[in-house]
């Protein structure tokens, strides 16, 4: 008689692929023959609704990776080989304590990630800051979130990814989806956006690409890279010209607008058409659509924000939500579409250079004071403000930082201008990686020390709605491999730091989030564990335990000071990188449906590596004839900063005078060997997407 399987785990948590945080339960079965298999089913009422996508049922299968670390690894000779924990821990704390007795405690650097959970996030800038002493932090999520976080910050005087509900979507008249392809990032999304056109609703994309989003549009702007502050500018013109903003909403709500009206009146519609690419008639479609309509909500992702002015580019289009009243009632508001799963609350606590828990500023002397007091340390002996991701990179090129602790990260292929980052970090007297696979950074380091996977490390993370979340583990790590928070504590502890840092489980770290969040900004006090078993996730801020939470910001006031949005005039009107003779074509990157990030977890699943195995360029029919490229040839992409190779895919999906190519390979796939390192005044987010190439066949490179 054959045995039925046993099923052995019953697993319930959330994809770590991306910010919605679907809710799906993993059910580990064994047949009789010993073998495992794997069923993954969504769980229905999250934020989700029930659904997930390729990436969500094949989440599982990097974590099951026979390349998963399962010891701590000594670079030996040159090597990297087997060593214990206690040689690795003894190992790293030692040479940091030695190199900053040697170059000063600001000689070690860390840098996190935007998948941690809110708890290792919270630990990793207490660690840098009491641990270690330094004020070298920052995290991948720079190049995630900053230019909407800081767009936000100044506009309404907080940071939260939507001010409202993702389910308010379906009551939206008119929709903008702005540098955003949710149906390959975020593709459980796109349920909202069709059942609000079911509605009626107006769906309006900019995107240079006619993606899979796009193709669901009623309004599709192909703007050129780089243009969309100018474009806001257009709709804004239109939407002044016939008089359809809401004077009694900017009278009481607003500051700055006369500003701006004065400057939009100005300015020409056919110009603007001519800088942007997209004709006059689109421009004005548009904006009657979004100023006409009774509700609407606006949407912007990394194609808005990742420029040299994409704090700008973002505030502009908050400019056109306020001077139409779009916000802070049903159907209204602003999303800034999170990518990483935990983009929103990794940027909350404190792995930012210039931030501590709970958006508190490390500048600020009151802020500073009532960390400190909840840290135990006196305000002075808090370090100062850092400085930003590639910053960082370019000071260990300048090797003025001596040592770096990477977690949950991979530098060398998601920063900008890769070759030099590289460089940079061979530079290094003494790298450690904290990681469950070796990546390309990991396998540059001095020491890796392999860590738990999201189905082995109980934490809470923050979706894109502002929604905390627990996520319990359900089974415990592979080999010696240890949690993140852990390995913190330990290395904290031989630092002579270990009092500091007695957390026994990372409930007992999240209580302590609590307390340092509160009545900061992003305040969690009011959330608990319990409360999170209990509840469908909890919105911040949340300041006691008896607070229900807050789905909508901004109903009656704004968090300045005086309650108050502000309008803030946008000039800005070309990319900070042209093309030109020598390098003709716009370079833009983005994701693809099947990876994630700089795809370290989704190479090794099988599943999803399947569906896309190597990196590729898009590129029109019409350029294609043009420099001689046939359809999945291999080319060479050129820029001032390096050069990519990959086989190209000729399509017409395109804008002529751009080409794109996903950012999910290293080596010399890497897009970002050939990406800008230009950054943002405003918030430091490097220029990704506008970044001047040549191309030619590869045979002639
Ligand atoms: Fe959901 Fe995002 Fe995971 Fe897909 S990748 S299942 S949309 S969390």
């Avoid at 359809?244 to 004065?262: H, M, N, P, V």
């Avoid at 420099?627 to 086989?647: C, N, T, W």
């Amino acid at each position: 008689v054959e045995q039925k399987p046993q099923v052995t785990a019953v697993m319930d948590t959330q994809c770590p692929f991306c910010s919605v945080q679907c809710k799906m339960r993993v059910e580990e079965e064994r047949s009789a023959a010993g073998r495992f298999s794997y069923k993954v089913t969504a769980i229905p009422n999250a934020a989700s609704e029930g659904r997930l996508c390729v990436k969500g049922m094949n989440a599982h299968q990097h974590t099951l990776h026979r390349e998963r670390l399962v010891h701590p690894l000594i670079r030996r000779e040159g090597k990297l080989v087997q060593a214990t924990w206690e040689e690795a821990l003894d190992l790293v704390s030692s040479r940091f304590q030695a190199l900053q007795a040697e170059h000063g405690t600001d000689s070690v650097a860390l840098y996190g990630g935007g998948s941690l959970t809110n708890e290792t996030s919270y630990l990793l800038g207490k660690f840098a800051r009491v641990g270690l002493r330094t004020r070298y932090i920052d995290y991948n999520g720079r190049f995630c979130m900053s230019a909407a976080a800081s767009a936000g910050s100044k506009t309404f005087g907080i940071d939260r990814g939507l001010t409202n509900q993702l389910k308010e979507i379906e009551r939206s008249e008119c929709l903008i989806l702005a540098g955003t392809n949710i149906a390959e990032c975020q593709p459980t999304l796109m349920p909202y956006f069709t059942k609000a056109k079911e509605n009626g609703a107006t769906l309006i994309v900019i995107d240079p690409r006619m993606t899979g989003t796009a193709e669901l549009a009623d309004i599709h702007l192909q703007v050129k890279p780089g243009m969309d502050a100018a474009l806001v500018n257009g709709m804004l013109k239109v939407i002044f010209d016939e008089g359809l903003i809401d004077r009694g909403f900017i009278r009481s709500r607003t500051k700055g607008f006369a500003e701006l009206e004065q400057h939009v009146r100005a300015l020409n519609l056919a110009d603007i058409a001519e800088s942007t690419g997209v004709p006059e008639a689109l421009i004005r479609l548009a904006a009657l659509a979004f100023g006409e309509a009774k509700t609407g909500m606006v949407f912007t992702a990394r194609g808005v924000e990742q420029h040299a002015d994409g704090h700008l580019a973002v505030r502009n289009f908050l400019n056109m939500v306020l001077a139409t009243g779009k916000i802070g009632r049903e159907g209204c508001g602003y999303g800034a579409v999170t990518g990483q799963a935990n983009g929103q609350g990794g940027r909350e606590h404190g792995q930012k250079a210039d931030q501590l828990p709970g958006y508190r500023l490390i500048e600020n002397e009151h802020d500073r004071a009532y960390v400190a007091s909840v840290w135990g340390i006196r305000p002075e002996e808090l370090p100062g403000k850092g400085v930003s991701a590639y910053e960082m990179m370019e000071m260990v090129h300048r090797e003025e930082i001596k040592a770096l602790l990477v977690m949950g990260s991979n530098p060398i292929v998601s920063n900008p201008n890769a070759t030099l980052v590289e460089e940079g970090l061979t530079k290094l007297d003494f790298t450690v990686v904290a990681d469950m696979f070796l990546s390309e950074t990991a396998l540059l380091a001095d020491v890796v020390l392999p860590i738990s996977a999201y189905l082995e490390n109980t934490g809470t993370m923050t979706n894109l709605e502002g929604r905390v979340l627990l996520r319990e583990a359900g089974r415990s790590a592979p080999g010696e491999a240890r949690h993140d928070w852990q390995v913190l504590c330990e290395l904290a502890s031989r630092l002579g730091r270990g009092d500091y840092f007695a957390f026994e489980n990372s409930e007992q770290i999240f209580n302590e989030l609590r307390l340092a969040s509160k009545g900061g900004l992003a305040d969690y006090y009011g959330i608990t564990y319990d409360r999170l078993r209990k509840e469908e996730g909890i919105y911040w801020p949340c300041p006691s335990l008896d607070h229900p939470g807050t789905k909508r910001l901004f109903e009656k006031s704004f968090a300045h000071e005086d309650g108050l949005a502000a309008f803030q005039t946008v000039t800005s009107d070309s990319p900070a990188e042209k093309a030109d003779h020598e390098y003709p074509l716009l370079m833009t990157n983005g994701r693809q449906l099947s990876h994630y990030l700089t795809g370290v977890q989704t190479h090794r699943s099988p599943t999803l590596e399947a569906r896309n195995v190597e990196n590729h360029l898009e590129i029109h029919p019409h350029t294609a004839r043009k420099y001689r490229i046939e359809d999945f040839s291999l080319v060479a992409v050129q820029s001032k900063r390096g050069v990519v190779i990959l086989r190209c895919k000729v399509t017409d999906s395109i804008r002529e005078d751009t080409v794109f190519i996903p950012m999910h390979w290293g080596g010399v796939q890497n897009v970002n060997r050939a990406t800008s390192p230009q950054l943002d005044p405003f918030c430091k987010m490097p220029d990704f997407k506008t970044s001047a190439v040549s191309i030619r066949p590869y045979s002639e490179y």
